[in-house]
């Protein structure tokens, strides 16, 4: 398949305008939004997951490592009405990780949601660090306390963590099997990986055993796996055509574009336009943010329908 090619003067100036996703419009790819109208909660499929959630979702690994994040560290019943409030205002995702540490605040929090409604994904530390414990048990013995932690019989989503590797579907086969034991047994709907590097994303373009992908995606390079965005996105868009589900994430350059409100909707504009993006998840760390991306994802979605 050819590479997907444009002129970095146009791509730039399309970006100021808000639509350099137009630019991905390749014949050689589908890049045509997976979404319609402007509601920002519209559901949405992972691939042919089987999964079915809402388009936003919120991240809790703000500041996170060794079990902390911006959620463990503040007053616990704030962080818990925070995820009430993404709850209440529509949002059906939540992004959780062994490394976050905020598995008892999602099973705090979930007393007063609708468990069935709920999409929950979790993810499975195996590289040195990042946890407290040297060990590393095998995939069912983690997932089993994270079952425990959340309170939950079944975990929508689990997924490796943070893939480097070009080699980790080998590499990590054994605990790839137990997962997919695991999905057979009904313990969790499905299995896949959350990528940090541009060999590690297209390993999993090649494995079956992919059913959903997380993926660091925005127009300007930053935080992400290669610092030109039309190489990423032919790599999701490939992703997309092999029916994974692809969560986008790092919309805000983690968090570095947080104070740029021109580049926050262009970034918005840019990934919902793109046409391989499943969903998108925002780490939030107040209400008043949930508040704010909604009206921005309305407003992008509004203006991309519009053409």
């Known amino acids: 398949m050819s590479k997907l090619s444009m002129d970095r003067r146009k791509f730039v100036g399309a970006l100021g305008l808000g639509t350099a996703h137009i630019l991905f419009a390749n014949p050689l790819y589908s890049c045509s939004p997976l979404v319609s109208g402007n509601d920002p909660f519209q559901k949405v499929k992972l691939g042919n997951s089987g999964i079915e959630t809402t388009l936003i979702g919120m991240?809790?690994?703000?500041?996170?490592?060794?079990?902390t994040s911006y959620l463990t560290k503040?007053?616990?019943?704030?962080s818990i009405d925070l995820l009430q409030h993404a709850y209440d205002s529509g949002i059906r995702y939540f992004d959780l990780a062994d490394t976050y540490g905020t598995h008892p605040l999602m099973a705090e929090a979930m007393k007063n949601m609708n468990r069935d409604e709920l999409t929950l994904t979790t993810k499975i530390w195996t590289r040195n660090g990042g946890i407290p414990e040297p060990e590393?048990?095998?995939?069912?013995?983690?997932?089993?306390?994270?079952?425990?932690?959340?309170s939950t019989d079944y975990i929508d989503l689990v997924q490796i963590h943070c893939m480097e590797d070009a080699n980790w579907t080998e590499t990590l086969k054994p605990q790839m099997d137990i997962l997919e034991n695991l999905k057979a047994k009904g313990v969790i709907k499905a299995h896949g990986v959350s990528v940090h590097s541009y060999e590690a994303m297209k390993a999993a373009v090649k494995s079956d055993w992919v059913d959903v992908l997380h993926a660091?995606?925005?127009?300007y390079g930053i935080a992400m796996d290669k610092p030109e965005p039309?190489?990423?996105?032919?790599?999701?868009?490939?992703?997309?055509?092999?029916?994974k589900g692809?969560?986008?994430?790092?919309?805000?350059?983690?968090g570095k574009l947080r104070d740029d409100s021109e580049k926050i909707d262009n970034s918005l504009r840019f990934v919902l336009g793109l046409g391989c993006v499943d969903m998108m998840i925002i780490g939030f760390e107040e209400k008043q943010q949930i508040d704010n991306y909604v009206g921005r994802v309305k407003n992008a979605l509004g203006e991309i329908s519009a053409g």
């Open 216 to 219: 660091r995606i925005n127009p």
């Open 74 to 78: 503040q007053d616990k019943q704030k």
């Open 136 to 150: 590393r048990p095998d995939a069912d013995i983690v997932v089993d306390r994270f079952r425990k932690e959340l």
């Open 246 to 254: 692809v969560i986008g994430m790092k919309l805000v350059g983690n």
């Open 59 to 67: 991240g809790t690994g703000v500041h996170a490592t060794n079990r």
């Open 230 to 243: 039309q190489e990423v996105v032919e790599i999701i868009q490939q992703l997309h055509d092999a029916g």
